[in-house]
């Protein structure tokens, strides 16, 4: 399965920005689609951004316009550059690979948190 661990988190206050990083392990990252999801506390994991192999990507309405989705496939690693952050943007964020229809496809990771001050 693929591993992966996510980096760039932190605290900031609201308006500013964060990029978070997820460098995966497997050799073939280029042909798998990719998303990024976040969980707050008590919440469940929601899917906030993803791209697929072909470099399409789509965001939930909730970060529409302010997450922006890269691939780097040379460097086996999924960004994600996060502005105009705000405080409901709190929460631990994970990265992992998924299928056509949506199911992730390895293991999570330990995330990494961030957290927006108001």
């Known amino acids: 399965q693929v591993q992966v661990v996510e980096s760039g988190g932190g605290l900031v206050q609201a308006g500013g920005s964060l990029r978070l990083a997820c460098a995966a392990s497997?050799?073939?990252?280029?042909?798998?689609?990719w998303g990024w999801y976040r969980q707050a506390p008590g919440n469940q994991r929601v899917l906030v951004a993803a791209?697929?192999?072909?470099?399409?990507?789509n965001y939930a309405d909730s970060v529409k316009g302010r997450f922006t989705i890269s691939r780097d496939n040379t460097k086996n690693t999924v960004y994600l550059q996060m502005n105009s952050l705000k405080p409901e943007d709190t929460a631990v964020y994970y990265c992992?690979?998924?299928?056509?229809?949506?199911?992730?496809?390895?293991?999570w990771g330990l995330g990494t948190q961030v957290t927006v001050s108001s």
């Open positions: 497997k050799n073939n990252f280029r042909f798998n689609n």
């Open positions: 791209i697929t192999a072909g470099g399409t990507t």
């Open positions: 992992n690979s998924r299928n056509g229809a949506g199911s992730v496809l390895g293991s």
